[in-house]
């Protein structure tokens, strides 16, 4: 699967391309602590938005594998 930088994703292709469980995706948006937007019974994301969030909360911690 191709995804553009204006895509819009499914929880389903969220998780694959964070690699992480739907589970863990799903209290993300129930805690509010992803960008998401739900239309009808659906959550859908877009990717740019996620980047973006992506980049605003990675932590890079000292001694977690970087150079020594």
Request: hydrophobic share 35%.
């Amino acid at each position: 699967m191709q995804i553009g930088s204006d895509s819009v994703l499914t929880i389903q292709e969220l998780a694959a391309y964070l690699k992480i469980p739907k589970s863990t995706l799903y209290k993300l948006v129930r805690e509010g602590k992803i960008p998401s937007q739900k239309i009808g019974r659906h959550w859908r994301f877009r990717k740019e938005a996620i980047d973006r969030w992506l980049e605003e909360t990675w932590v890079n911690r000292p001694g977690a594998g970087g150079n020594r």
